[in-house]
């Protein structure tokens, strides 16, 4: 089991960037692989990028690559969504997301946890 918590949404204007943040409450947060969602009002929810457990490696959706970058800090049991060069567009409620799996997957069905969500507004 593990609860996630995210932070660091608000307001930015385009072109601007936020670090969003998930911590993680359990003693395995490291063999957990997580990933970030969004959903904007009046759309379902979609795949934003997500980082492998044990490779560290990272995927990107083609909306956010290049300027959306995930890391994570085991000893914080905490993962990071660094957005930077934000657009209008990226306006949507942030989720992240924990599952166990050793490949990228980027459906919600890979993720049984998760967060409640942290809300990122870009204006123009």
């Known amino acids: 089991q593990v609860q996630l918590v995210e932070s660091g949404g608000g307001l930015v204007q385009a072109g601007g960037s936020l670090r969003l943040s998930c911590a993680a409450s359990?003693?395995?947060?490291?063999?957990?692989?997580m990933g970030w969602f969004r959903q904007a009002p009046g759309k379902e929810r979609e795949f934003v990028g997500t980082i492998i457990w044990n490779s560290g490696s990272t995927y990107y959706s083609d909306s956010v690559k290049g300027r959306f970058t995930i890391s994570r800090d085991n000893a914080k049991n905490t993962v990071y969504l660094q957005m930077n060069s934000l657009e209008p567009e990226d306006t949507a409620v942030y989720y992240c997301?924990?599952?166990?799996?050793?490949?990228?997957?980027?459906?919600?069905?890979?993720?049984?946890?998760w967060g409640q969500g942290t809300q990122v507004t870009v204006s123009s």
């Open positions: 997301a924990a599952g166990t799996r050793t490949y990228v997957a980027t459906t919600e069905g890979f993720y049984p946890y």
């Open positions: 359990g003693r395995t947060f490291s063999r957990y692989s």
